[in-house]
């Protein structure tokens, strides 16, 4: 015997009422996408499951991949037999017997989709329960909490057994909550803001600000494979790289170093909000959180925000700085992020930027910069492409060529 199919139990979606539907759509094809690396699989899902048809591929890895996808409440591998009473007695008593351990319970729960099938559920529960004895004499049935439940579903084309429920990754399927923008340096926090908006269904797309010959072609890529770490929640991201030289060349040349940092990153939120706009995102994500550094002050956050009136989601704003490497571990971004790639922040950072600017200077110092035209400029030297799981080897090295 051997694993055909595990079987999917949704999360939270089911007290969705008549949007089910749309969140379950959602789920199968987030599946289908996380999944594509493995092209024999087939998925299929309707109002109480999802299927994912192994088709010969190996179990393990699938497994893998799915406890990462948001919107799965559990999953179970099942085994296929034959839907003939004899030989579904001697594969309970041999799966039975793999797993069973002294003093172990046990209960068998039956389904007959297929009621053309000789026995109905109730004979069934009580034929395979008679077969489970007479293989292992001292084992214990047990309706309530049993340490096993084997279950068995006799559909048209065959019958099924399973046993293990795995736990899910929970939240929401990514895209059901909507789309925002993730504001994406190298660092450490952005790509754990990213996870966590996806968790509660928020699909994202990437923004990130490069400023070369300032920064390499080095940091692009590690912001690049930071994003794609990120695809495994729930498919592919497209990757926005804006092109930020000339704002942070103009902001150097013609800003007091003090408040360098606040015009920056109202430039870098600004034309976020127009690419968001553009490509019809609700919300703008970034990793800030309280007192890091000096842009994280209540007052650097109001003088930075006040130039949209967009959500601006910041799932990290409480974490300690501990908390958020602790989940960037979990989340296998935290040894990429640590990589030495300089992002643009780093570069042009002053040594004493301003912990409380204030905005009537902030605005004083924008008057000295074209603003309209910078922003108009680098919006118009985007470079969009998609990220998935596959395309590591591909499309970016090929990127990466034509930059060196
Ligand atoms: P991170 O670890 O995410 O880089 P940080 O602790 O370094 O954050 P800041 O440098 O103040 O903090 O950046 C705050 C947020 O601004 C980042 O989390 C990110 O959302 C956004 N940001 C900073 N630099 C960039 C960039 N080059 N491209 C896109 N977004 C950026
Ligand atoms: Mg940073």
């Known amino acids: 015997m051997h694993y055909s199919e595990i079987m999917i139990r949704y999360g939270e979606l089911s007290t969705k009422g008549k949007n089910r539907m749309y969140f379950i759509n959602r789920l199968k094809n987030n599946i289908k996408h996380v999944l594509s690396v493995f092209p024999e699989i087939r998925v299929t899902a309707d109002r109480d499951r999802a299927h994912v048809y192994l088709n010969g591929c190996d179990y393990l890895p699938v497994a893998e991949s799915l406890k990462e996808i948001f919107g799965i409440q559990a999953f179970s591998p099942v085994y296929k037999a034959e839907k003939d009473v004899e030989l579904l007695k001697k594969n309970v008593q041999e799966l039975m017997l793999s797993i069973y351990q002294k003093g172990m319970t046990f209960k068998i729960t039956s389904k007959r989709s297929d009621h053309s099938f000789e026995l109905d559920s109730r004979e069934l529960n009580q034929i395979m329960g008679a077969a489970v004895f007479a293989a292992i004499p001292d084992?214990?049935?047990?309706?309530?909490?049993?340490?096993?439940?084997?279950?068995?579903?006799?559909?048209?084309?065959?019958?099924?057994?399973?046993?293990?429920?795995?736990?899910?990754?929970?939240?929401?399927?990514?895209?059901?909550?909507?789309?925002?923008?993730?504001?994406?340096?190298?660092?450490?926090?952005?790509?754990?803001?990213?996870?966590?908006?996806?968790?509660?269904?928020?699909?994202?797309?990437?923004?990130?600000?490069?400023?070369?010959?300032?920064?390499?072609?080095?940091?692009?890529?590690?912001?690049?494979?930071?994003?794609?770490?990120?695809?495994?929640?729930?498919?592919?991201?497209?990757?926005?790289?804006?092109?930020?030289?000339?704002?942070?060349?103009?902001?150097?040349?013609k800003v007091p170093e003090a408040y360098l940092m606040t015009l920056t990153r109202r430039f870098m939120l600004r034309i976020t909000d127009r690419i968001r706009q553009e490509r019809s995102g609700q919300v703008i994500i970034t990793g800030e959180s309280l007192g890091q550094v000096a842009s994280q002050t209540l007052e650097s956050m109001q003088a930075i925000n006040a130039v949209t009136s967009t959500p601006v989601i910041r799932p990290l704003v409480t974490m300690d700085k501990l908390e958020i490497i602790e989940m960037a571990q979990k989340i296998d971004t935290f040894n990429l992020s640590i990589q030495p790639f300089e992002d643009c922040c780093t570069v042009f950072a002053p040594d004493r930027p301003k912990t409380h600017p204030k905005i009537k200077n902030v605005e004083q110092y924008e008057k000295r910069l074209d603003v309209e035209g910078l922003i108009e400029r680098a919006l118009s030297g985007l470079v969009i492409s998609s990220i998935s799981s596959q395309s590591e080897n591909d499309e970016i090295d090929e990127l990466l060529d034509s930059l060196l």
Not at 152 to 162: G, P, T
Not at 204 to 221: C, Q, R
């Open 139 to 253: 084992i214990q049935a047990q309706m309530k909490n049993p340490d096993i439940n084997l279950t068995i579903e006799i559909r048209e084309e065959a019958a099924y057994l399973s046993y293990e429920n795995i736990k899910g990754a929970g939240g929401l399927p990514v895209g059901t909550s909507g789309k925002g923008m993730l504001m994406l340096s190298g660092g450490i926090d952005s790509p754990v803001a990213g996870y966590l908006a996806l968790k509660r269904g928020v699909a994202i797309e990437a923004v990130h600000f490069a400023s070369p010959p300032y920064t390499s072609p080095g940091a692009l890529k590690k912001a690049q494979d930071l994003a794609r770490k990120l695809t495994k929640f729930g498919g592919s991201i497209q990757f926005i790289e804006v092109p930020f030289t000339e704002i942070q060349e103009e902001i150097k040349e």
